[in-house]
């Protein structure tokens, strides 16, 4: 048989709660028990003080106990008195028999005089000064005369005693009988209630398997399992929007890759069916497809590396402003021939150093340079400035007109998202350069924002952690 949470849990909390109530049944009956004795033995010691107050009027200065002696009625007077018999100085022999531990107080009392010594010749003979017995004391202007001894009973006697004894006793037997069924009740309930959680979850779980990412778990309370809930609720989520991102990454692949196939396709048709000749200006053409696919292949593995981090190693000191001056003197001729004014508004000689992967941050820039160049429209002007504290360098490239809508600032970073898309694939662009630049910047830490730039174009904030100048 498998042994559940919920068998373990009812068992353990079951199992202590029985263990707590018979041990608590152990304790309470012995403590009831003693304390009844105790108060039983302490009835018959006031009522023995009595009879030591009144026998001390038979005692003598010259004669002693000569008085109780010659007449031991009186003695039998006096334990009448309190609802107790004397005690017989010959008892029958089925007597003797009788357990000591619950013989009546008449049994039990013995008049000893001052040296301790019994005043009554008493069939039975006992050490009268162990601890079984108890003495009141007999005194007579203060001076103790004599003494009155019996034996303290061990065990609860007499029938109303016993018979009250039993009906408490009963009683909390059906106490607990009643407790531990209500432990039972209650360890079930407990432990249904904490479970609840994780059936939930076991059940979210199975369908999340099965492929339905809409489940979600109702929490309740701040504690560990509600926690648990809404942990699982926020895997849920993102698996979801994983799916749909996955599902609509294929969707842009698949459109992405048909266009220039499709071009390829029906141009080599054109020519298989002679309907144009293999001329150098088509064979171009087919060249500029299979480059166009080619830069798309580029950059979808260049976004799959970057996704993983595989190429990106933060162990370098690296001078981003050498780097920014390489990149820009680079690019520098290729926007002079759409007359695109470069502009540097930093210090090329001062260093600013930070920890990251050189590669990966000249194709950051690079990246940003080259969507400047293809998007900047002719007798623009290109803006780069780097500003920097102890803690961060912030790297802005801003460009002129045109600019980009609202709305789709906040997606320029989206994977295949392009603003125009008839324009940027006339201008060979992938969708996936601004992606790859933000795989860049959060693998170093940092945040990169697109704005709106006063000069009417595009502004790209870079913001990377540093390490201070050496």
Aim: proline letters at 3%; glycine letters at 6%.
């Amino acid at each position: 048989m498998r042994l559940t949470i919920f068998h373990k849990l009812f068992v353990s909390l079951l199992v202590t709660s029985m263990v707590m109530v018979l041990g608590m049944a152990l304790l309470i009956n012995h403590s009831f028990q003693s304390g009844l004795q105790n108060y039983l033995n302490q009835r018959e010691v006031e009522k023995l003080k009595v009879v030591a107050l009144q026998v001390s009027q038979y005692y003598s200065a010259q004669d002693g106990w000569q008085m109780l002696q010659e007449q031991p009625w009186l003695w039998e007077n006096l334990l009448s008195h309190i609802g107790e018999q004397a005690p017989q100085r010959r008892r029958p022999r089925s007597e003797h028999f009788q357990s000591r531990r619950s013989m009546p107080l008449h049994q039990r009392v013995h008049l000893l005089n001052a040296q301790g010594k019994p005043v009554f010749n008493y069939a039975n003979r006992h050490s009268y000064n162990d601890a079984n017995f108890i003495k009141v004391p007999i005194t007579d202007n203060d001076k103790t005369i004599g003494w009155i001894s019996f034996r303290q009973k061990q065990a609860i006697s007499g029938a109303l005693a016993e018979s009250f004894f039993k009906q408490q006793l009963n009683n909390f037997y059906l106490i607990a009988a009643w407790v531990a069924l209500f432990s039972f009740i209650v360890a079930g309930l407990l432990v249904r209630h904490f479970l609840k959680p994780l059936q939930n979850l076991r059940a979210s779980a199975k369908a999340l398997q099965q492929g339905d990412y809409q489940q979600q778990i109702p929490v309740r309370g701040n504690d560990e399992l509600a926690e648990l809930s809404q942990t699982f609720n926020s895997l849920t989520r993102t698996l979801k929007q994983q799916k749909e991102s996955r599902e609509q990454w294929l969707a842009d692949i698949s459109h992405e890759l048909r266009t220039p196939i499709a071009v390829l396709l029906s141009e080599i048709e054109a020519i298989e069916d002679g309907i144009r000749q293999p001329e150098p200006k088509y064979i171009s053409s087919l060249h500029n497809q299979v480059m166009t696919l080619r830069h798309l292949v580029e950059d979808l593995y260049q976004l799959s590396l970057s996704d993983s981090g595989v190429n990106i190693e933060r162990s370098e000191n690296i001078d981003l402003t050498q780097l920014l001056e390489t990149v820009a003197n680079q690019n520098e001729a290729r926007l002079a021939e759409k007359n695109i004014r470069l502009e540097r508004l930093y210090d090329g000689s001062a260093a600013v150093i930070l920890k990251g992967d050189a590669k990966s941050l000249t194709q950051l820039i690079s990246n940003i340079f080259e969507n400047s160049y293809r998007y900047t429209d002719p007798d623009g002007v290109m803006q780069v400035s780097l500003l920097h504290n102890n803690k961060n360098i912030d790297l802005l490239i801003e460009d002129s007109a045109p600019g980009v809508p609202e709305e789709s600032l906040h997606r320029l970073f989206e994977r295949l998202y392009r603003v125009d898309k008839s324009r940027s694939r006339a201008n060979g662009g992938s969708g996936l350069g601004l992606s790859i630049c933000e795989n860049i910047v959060n693998a170093h830490g940092g945040e990169i924002v697109a704005e709106h730039s006063p000069l009417g174009g595009l502004k790209i904030r870079i913001s990377l952690p540093r390490i201070k100048d050496k």
